[in-house]
């Protein structure tokens, strides 16, 4: 068997075509006691429902520092990225938070409370970011990772930063750090639109 380029694999789509049950082509219409349009099978009845994503990650503070990690894969390959990534079936968001953490910084952390929840409905996902602290400057990142680096809080890359997500998350631990308290935050942001 030959080895496929990395760079070969990507996301299945969110549309199906085939019944991942029976095989059978999909139709696409609203199930009894629905009221959304979804992929039927006719033919062994089963319903395949599509739902957001969940991005999970951490806000990593080193006394005065954030650590940021430097993306080694698309989308944004090159740029500044708070540790997060998809949630993974059968892990909570915080289980799933650390691990991100952990493969791609590998910094050792304590994750203190959950601080952005971030509604993102024209890509289907859902981001939310715990904060945690840096218990030492031991940094091992991972290969979804070029580096890992800690930032004073005024020397942040901002225009370097990969997300909308990052950045706003950034700017709410600024201004709760600056208020002397940290709350949990909950917006939407639409990627469709510029702010």
Do not use: C
């Given at each position: 068997m030959n080895p496929v380029d990395p760079a070969f694999y990507h996301p299945a789509p969110r549309s199906q075509q085939f019944c991942s049950q029976c095989g059978h082509a999909l139709?696409?219409?609203i199930p009894p006691d629905d009221n959304r349009i979804r992929d039927l099978c006719t033919h062994c009845g089963a319903v395949h429902y599509q739902n957001p994503r969940n991005v999970v990650g951490v806000v990593p503070i080193w006394g005065d520092q954030v650590l940021l990690c430097r993306r080694a894969i698309q989308p944004r390959?090159?740029?500044w990225t708070l540790p997060a990534g998809?949630?993974?079936?059968?892990?909570?968001?915080?289980?799933?938070?650390?691990?991100e953490n952990q493969e791609e910084s590998g910094a050792r952390i304590q994750v203190l409370s959950l601080f952005t929840v971030i509604d993102v409905p024209s890509v289907n996902q859902v981001h939310?970011?715990?904060?945690?602290?840096?218990l030492g400057p031991q940094l091992a990142?991972?290969?979804?990772s070029l580096e890992a680096a800690f930032f004073d809080?005024?020397?942040i890359p901002w225009r370097e930063?990969?997300?909308?997500?990052?950045?706003?998350?950034?700017?709410?631990?600024l201004q709760d750090r600056n208020a002397g308290h940290?709350?949990?935050?909950?917006?939407a942001i639409d990627l469709r639109f510029p702010d």
């Open positions: 139709t696409r219409q390959h090159g740029k998809f949630m993974e079936l059968g892990e909570s968001t915080q289980q799933g938070a650390e691990r939310l970011y715990y904060l945690a602290k840096v990142p991972g290969p979804e809080l005024d020397k930063l990969a997300f909308r997500t990052v950045s706003t998350t950034l700017e709410h631990y940290f709350a949990t935050h909950h917006y």
